[in-house]
């Protein structure tokens, strides 16, 4: 089975036609991207399920405003991807991102997701300027562990003195961890660090110490630097490094559709590992492309509780 660790659906964002510093030549910026043409997408490229996450405009604020957008240029959200949920249970596996636990109830919000059909949940943690070794996120980690969930965490746009650096954010995901063990935890884009950046490398470290830790592939480092040049030299590089540092059993493919579809096609997306990363053998391909997938979403059992 061939899992997508990371897609979304959109109405648009970053809308072109009132931000002229935005580009139509990123579809999203006009074009509806909806289930039916991810599954389209999917099917194309022989991808079975995807981890479909939903953000509202708000939740992602933080970033939109660092670069100049506002929170009216995004439209999506929990209810738009609910309905393409509801289009393609088969295909999808639905996951809710968190507020800001420090002024909402996000126990309540898991339990009415879960209740929808959330398998998962996403934290932005700069975003929301989380403290993980706060009270409040150490009751939301015990609260998805308890009811046998799994959390996505990405380290984006991490701008000290602004937000904490990501030193210091995994030291917070140790104490959190520490509070919940058990709790099954995916890092996107490889946990945001370079590997091709000189220096000590934090999230191999991270991983060496918690086992149950997986990373989701899309953009790893969030760099991308390959342009279009297909089949993306750069990151296949970053992602053979990762195999060599923690193995091939803690990585899952992803693109994080569709906010890469200037750069590559989503077919691309797939073959430029199904076809070049030949530093996989092929038992490692499997792991890679959806066998870890498989593992951390529980398929067979279709996740939830």
Known sequence: MV?????HVLLFARNSWVNPHSTRVKHFTWHEHDGDLLVAEMDAAGVDQTILISYDAEDIRFSEEHKGFEIGDFAGGRKYTL???????ERFHWVSTLKDAERVDVCAQIDRDLAEGAEGFKLFPAYVYADLTSPAWTRVFRYLRDQGTRLLI???TLLPPETYDLET???QLRHALDHA????????HAGCEDPLAPGRKFVPEFLRDHPAVVLSMAMPGAVWDDGTEYPYPNLLNRVRILRDAVGADRLMWATDWPWFGDRFLYGQGVDCFRLHADFFTPAELHAF???????FLHVNGRGGR
Not at 83 to 89: F, G, N, S, T
Not at 181 to 188: F, N, S, T, Y
Not at 289 to 295: F, Q
């Open 289 to 295: 492309m959806g066998g870890t997938a498989e593992r």
């Open 83 to 89: 309905l393409q949920v509801h289009r393609h249970p």
């Open 154 to 156: 990405s380290f984006e």
């Open 181 to 188: 063990e058990g709790l099954p935890v995916a890092l996107l």
């Open 169 to 171: 954010y995994l030291g």
């Open 3 to 7: 899992i997508d660790t990371e897609t």
